[in-house]
C-alpha cells in the first residue's frame, strides 16, 4: 500500500465494513451476506488507486 510518509503522524478513528450497492436485476439485491465469489466477474465503479480505501478493496480481492 501507499503508506504514510515519516514526517505524519496517522490513526485510524474508525473502521465501517463495505457495503455493495447494485440494481435489482443484478440479484444480489436480498442476500444479507455477499462474499468475494459472489462479487468476481462484476463490473466495478471504483475509487482513486491512490486512496487508501480501494487499495484495500483491491488487497481483499487479491487475497480473496
Known amino acids: ?3 504514510t510518509p515519516p514526517e505524519v503522524t496517522s ?3 474508525t473502521c ?3 457495503v ?3 440494481a435489482p436485476r443484478y440479484g444480489l439485491d ?3 451476506d455477499i462474499g468475494l465469489v459472489d462479487l468476481a466477474n ?3 465503479i471504483e475509487l482513486n488507486s491512490e486512496w487508501g480505501t480501494r487499495q484495500l478493496i483491491d488487497q481483499n480481492f487479491h487475497d480473496g
Open 1 to 3: 500500500m501507499g503508506g
Open 11 to 13: 490513526w485510524m478513528l
Open 16 to 18: 465501517e465494513p463495505p
Open 20 to 22: 455493495v450497492v447494485c
Open 30 to 32: 436480498h442476500q444479507r
Open 42 to 44: 462484476e463490473t466495478f
